[in-house]
């Protein structure tokens, strides 16, 4: 997955990102550049929010899934507000 290429971009994927979580776009920023993921993960499973810290914690295999056609999919899907 491609890494936003400016800020409108940035925001656009803040926004849809924030809508679908029902957090406020602000919140959501502040709270990832923070490094802190409680309200992203709040509506998941205790066993998926582990597996979800445990991808973040290792690099290679972020990147790993960042890069799959999954991601990318629903990317897209996210962005077309579907």
């Given at each position: 997955m491609?890494?936003?290429?400016?800020s409108?971009?940035?925001?656009q994927?803040?926004?849809?990102?924030?809508s679908?979580?029902?957090i406020?776009?602000?919140t959501?920023?502040?709270?990832l550049?923070a490094?802190?993921?409680?309200?992203?993960?709040?509506?998941?499973?205790q066993q998926?929010?582990?597996k979800f810290?445990q991808?973040?914690?290792?690099?290679q295999?972020?990147?790993?899934v960042?890069s799959?056609?999954q991601a990318?999919?629903l990317?897209e899907?996210?962005?077309?507000?579907?």
């Amino acid at each position: 997955m491609e890494k936003p290429k400016d800020s409108a971009q940035l925001r656009q994927m803040l926004q849809v990102v924030s809508s679908k979580l029902g957090i406020p776009a602000d919140t959501l920023r502040q709270e990832l550049e923070a490094g802190k993921f409680d309200q992203a993960i709040a509506g998941l499973s205790q066993q998926d929010a582990a597996k979800f810290r445990q991808v973040l914690a290792n690099p290679q295999k972020l990147n790993q899934v960042m890069s799959s056609k999954q991601a990318k999919a629903l990317y897209e899907k996210l962005s077309r507000g579907g």
